[in-house]
């Protein structure tokens, strides 16, 4: 368990060295070869994660690459090699860091603070019940609904999901609580071995 | 509203990472001063619900939408130090799980968005409360919830617009974000001074939904 926990902290550690290398790079060639390693790296998951990749930065990138590519034609100054600059980059940072979160068990990386450990385990978890949650309230305005809702009542709708959500939220949380009592969590905790 | 990664300069999130690494472990360190049974399960799943939080769209007059950020409400209940640690927790997780935001630009959306987002709506809230008074509240509450978007808008336009000056090629082509503080300033503060009134009512609402259940969570702060 501490080679794994080992292994995947240098992992991490890896990752933050890589991301400050690609922050520091600006010449196209390395940036290019760089975004051609990580995919080489992906290897069969190069398609997925790239698509994913693309999905999280497309329009951010789209917006700020066709608002200067506007402003320098308007100057009548186009720098091509900005655009490829700025989008190679993006698209390198953002593949590595679907590669690393395919591939980490950031809960073993994270093993030298148990504080953050149960943090994010307990907070993993809570995230995907939630949000099947506010996906079926979703469903269910939707399917209560004929024709379109005013604004009032769709932020009562988002107000009441959100209200429910803190509610049980802090409902959960004791029952959390009292299963880390049963299971000595803060037995250990006290005993100074347990949180970190 | 927040900075996706490869827009900052090393210049600019490296001391950040140093400045908001001070200021979590002094918020850790406060936090775990007053660290019961409960803290760590309640924090957890606080971040699991911010993070649920931020994916509900606040429909906006026109057709459009924005997200809910729900730092005010958050640090109105906790405290800003909790709403400061569990903001940085959800960015880190929307950087790693949806691929939203990043982890070069984590330092500066936690500052901006966690750190003072959550310091200007605490604040607000108390300068404008007015004890029994449920009007006064319920101004309090909309200022709060429009200042903690407002706030970090103009702190991240602010990051944003110094990156043509701070890292730039030797004949002036930028390295990192393209357009200067008189660009990024009002494309975007502008915008969410419209989405902070959503931010407002959604926090008012939430309030006192949350309030009539007070009770349940008498002992938690």
């Known amino acids: 368990m501490i080679r794994h926990a080992t292994r995947h902290r240098l992992l991490l550690l890896a990752y933050l060295l890589w991301v400050v290398l690609l922050t520091s790079v600006h010449d196209l060639r390395l940036l290019g070869g760089a975004l051609i390693l990580v995919g080489l790296l992906s290897g069969r998951a190069a398609p997925r994660l790239a698509w994913r990749a693309l999905r999280a930065f497309v329009w951010f990138n789209l917006i700020v690459s066709v608002s200067y590519l506007l402003a320098s034609l308007w100057r009548g100054d186009v720098t091509w090699s900005y655009l490829a600059l ?28 148990e504080t953050l450990r149960y943090l994010l385990s307990i907070a993993y ?72 | 509203m927040h900075i996706p ?14 400045c908001a690494a001070g200021l979590w472990l002094h918020a850790l ?109 319920a101004l309090a509450l909309i200022t709060a919830g429009w200042v903690s978007v407002v706030v970090p808008a103009a702190l991240v336009a602010i990051a944003l617009g110094v990156q043509p000056a701070l890292a730039h090629a030797p004949d002036g082509t930028p390295r990192f974000f393209p357009f200067g503080l008189a660009i990024t300033v009002p494309a975007l503060v502008v915008p969410h001074l419209l989405v902070g009134v959503g931010e407002g009512a959604l926090t008012l609402l939430i309030y006192r939904l949350v309030a009539s259940r007070r009770n349940e969570r008498a002992g938690w702060q």
């Open chain 1, 86 to 113: 700025i989008n190679l980059r993006v698209a390198a940072l953002s593949l590595s860091t679907f590669w690393l979160a395919e591939r980490i068990d950031l809960l073993a990386a994270l093993r030298f603070s």
């Open chain 1, 125 to 196: 978890g809570q995230i995907f019940a939630m949000r099947r949650l506010l996906v079926d309230f979703r469903d269910a305005l939707r399917s209560r609904t004929v024709g379109s809702l005013r604004l009032r009542d769709l932020y009562r709708q988002r107000a009441a999901a959100a209200a429910f959500l803190f509610g049980r939220g802090l409902r959960d949380a004791g029952e959390i609580t009292l299963a880390m009592r049963s299971r000595g969590f803060f037995d250990e905790e006290h005993a100074g071995r347990g949180c970190a």
């Open chain 2, 5 to 18: 990664d490869g827009f900052i300069a090393p210049q600019m999130y490296l001391p950040a990472y140093a």
């Open chain 2, 29 to 137: 360190r406060r936090v775990r001063a007053k660290l019961r049974e409960e803290t760590i399960p309640l924090m957890a799943v606080l971040t699991a619900v911010v993070f649920v939080l931020m994916s509900i769209a606040l429909p906006l007059p026109g057709g459009t939408s924005a997200h809910a950020s729900g730092v005010a409400i958050l640090a109105i209940l906790f405290g800003v130090r909790v709403g400061f640690l569990l903001m940085t927790l959800v960015l880190l997780l929307q950087a790693l799980i949806l691929g939203a935001g990043g982890i070069t630009s984590l330092p500066i959306n936690a500052l901006a968005i966690g750190g003072a987002g959550a310091l200007a709506a605490v604040g607000s809230f108390r300068l404008l409360r007015g004890a029994g008074r449920p009007r006064r509240e």
